[in-house]
């Protein structure tokens, strides 16, 4: 049996070990635009590695060693964000931020308020959110920081955008201009075009989501980023959704889903199912459209991360023709069965949905 030195050596040499075997993960993560983003081999060594890291960060936190266990938590960021641990990374973020060391030493608490606020927005938490970048963004306009002020201003601008509050979020977007207009930095214009192409499509603006998307796309694609790129594919499949380019929606959607699941993101995986219950729902496939609304809550609900208020309103207005079709009592019955499918079930559903010719005649109103 270990003696009390003993035991303390070995607990301090597994935290070592994982804080080495997860520093290869610990990417900048204070300015989103600069984040490096994990392949999904990455994720899935991290997630098969979950419980060893979580008995390294424990150990830092009862130590108070500040240093080791905010770099411990941004390598498990990844993990809580992109595979869905969103409470119980925010659990333990609220609890670092809580150290007595922390809460009074700004230099220190700069790095784990970004992804304190990432994870609340993914959990609809869009007040903490708020609060937290708010803070964050003192810090940095204090600090003369005008590239990180920049950056979060437009993170202020996705939160506002996400509480369907557009006017907010292009105040926020331009003031993030006035701060970085001079920066020329290019990953941070993309990350400005990527959020304000999906406030745009919210909007109806459909010509500049498509131009801003576009842009952010490519920038992206140059940059080896599917992650962010599935992003701007799901605002472009939208807009070519509303103008009636189904073949060219559909491309956008697939790939959006091939990207969620490559890094087994739930929440990027129910968004693209979503778009594919719009277009089930223009193309007449009304139980279809349905089913895959039921299915994408059911894995939102699995993520703990709730549809937010500006998407909400995007995909009820694009399901609202399927419902009224099936009645009131039938879609609810049909939402409930699209609910309780299997993933593979759902992922057959969007693989069956097919876009007609002119030639097909007219469009299934039950499949």
Same mark, same amino acid.
């Given at each position: 049996?270990?003696?009390?030195?003993?035991?303390?050596?070995?607990?301090?040499?597994?935290?070592?070990?994982?804080?080495?075997?997860?520093?290869?993960?610990?990417?900048?993560?204070?300015?989103?635009?600069?984040?490096?983003?994990?392949?999904?081999?990455?994720?899935?060594?991290?997630?098969?590695?979950?419980?060893?890291? #979580?008995?390294?960060?424990?150990?830092?936190?009862?130590?108070?060693?500040?240093?080791?266990?905010?770099?411990?938590?941004?390598?498990?960021?990844?993990?809580?964000?992109?595979?869905?641990?969103?409470?119980?990374?925010?659990?333990?973020? #609220?609890?670092?931020?809580?150290?007595?060391?922390?809460?009074?030493?700004?230099?220190?608490?700069?790095?784990?308020?970004?992804?304190?606020?990432?994870?609340?927005? #993914?959990?609809?938490?869009?007040?903490?959110?708020? +609060?937290?970048?708010?803070?964050?963004? =003192?810090? $940095?306009?204090?600090?003369?920081?005008?590239?990180?002020?920049?950056?979060?201003?437009? +993170?202020?601008?996705?939160?506002?955008?996400?509480?369907?509050?557009?006017?907010?979020?292009?105040?926020?977007?331009?003031?993030?201009?006035?701060?970085?207009?001079?920066?020329?930095?290019?990953?941070?214009?993309?990350?400005?075009?990527?959020?304000?192409?999906?406030?745009?499509?919210?909007?109806?603006?459909?010509?500049?989501?498509?131009?801003?998307?576009?842009?952010?796309?490519?920038?992206?694609?140059?940059?080896?980023?599917?992650?962010?790129?599935?992003?701007?594919?799901?605002?472009?499949?939208?807009?070519?959704?509303?103008?009636?380019?189904?073949?060219?929606?559909?491309?956008?959607?697939?790939?959006?889903?091939?990207? =969620?699941?490559?890094?087994?993101?739930?929440?990027?995986?129910?968004?693209? %199912?979503?778009?594919? =219950?719009?277009?089930?729902?223009?193309?007449? $496939?009304?139980?279809?459209?349905?089913?895959?609304?039921?299915?994408?809550?059911?894995?939102?609900?699995?993520?703990?991360?709730? %549809?937010?208020?500006?998407?909400?309103?995007?995909?009820?207005? $694009?399901?609202?023709?399927?419902?009224?079709?099936?009645?009131? #009592?039938?879609?609810?019955?049909?939402?409930?069965?699209?609910?309780?499918?299997?993933?593979?079930?759902?992922?057959?559903?969007?693989?069956?949905?097919?876009?007609?010719?002119?030639?097909?005649?007219?469009?299934?109103?039950?499949?």
């Amino acid at each position: 049996m270990l003696t009390a030195r003993e035991a303390e050596a070995a607990h301090q040499r597994h935290a070592l070990d994982f804080l080495a075997f997860g520093e290869p993960f610990a990417f900048n993560l204070q300015f989103p635009y600069k984040s490096a983003f994990p392949t999904p081999e990455q994720l899935d060594l991290l997630e098969r590695e979950l419980d060893n890291l #979580r008995t390294a960060l424990r150990w830092w936190i009862e130590l108070e060693d500040v240093e080791r266990a905010i770099k411990q938590a941004c390598i498990l960021f990844h993990v809580w964000f992109w595979r869905g641990y969103l409470s119980e990374g925010h659990a333990w973020l #609220r609890e670092i931020l809580a150290l007595p060391s922390v809460r009074s030493a700004p230099n220190i608490r700069i790095r784990a308020l970004p992804m304190f606020a990432r994870l609340a927005i #993914r959990h609809g938490e869009y007040v903490v959110a708020l +609060e937290t970048f708010e803070e964050l963004l =003192a810090t $940095q306009q204090f600090a003369g920081d005008h590239v990180g002020a920049a950056s979060t201003l437009i +993170e202020l601008a996705n939160v506002r955008y996400l509480r369907a509050e557009y006017t907010a979020a292009w105040a926020c977007l331009d003031a993030s201009r006035s701060q970085g207009t001079d920066l020329r930095d290019h990953q941070l214009e993309g990350h400005w075009r990527n959020y304000a192409s999906q406030t745009a499509l919210c909007e109806g603006h459909y010509d500049a989501a498509r131009t801003l998307a576009g842009e952010a796309l490519a920038g992206y694609d140059t940059n080896h980023q599917p992650l962010a790129g599935a992003y701007c594919h799901m605002t472009l499949g939208n807009v070519d959704l509303e103008e009636g380019s189904y073949d060219e929606a559909k491309a956008h959607f697939s790939c959006g889903v091939e990207v =969620a699941l490559d890094y087994g993101d739930r929440t990027l995986l129910a968004h693209f %199912i979503e778009g594919f =219950a719009g277009l089930a729902s223009v193309l007449g $496939q009304h139980e279809r459209s349905v089913r895959l609304g039921g299915a994408a809550e059911a894995l939102r609900e699995v993520a703990g991360a709730p %549809i937010h208020p500006a998407w909400q309103q995007l995909t009820e207005r $694009q399901l609202v023709a399927s419902h009224r079709a099936l009645g009131t #009592r039938a879609a609810s019955e049909v939402w409930a069965a699209g609910k309780s499918l299997s993933l593979g079930k759902a992922l057959e559903e969007v693989k069956c949905l097919s876009v007609p010719t002119c030639d097909d005649g007219a469009m299934d109103s039950t499949s």
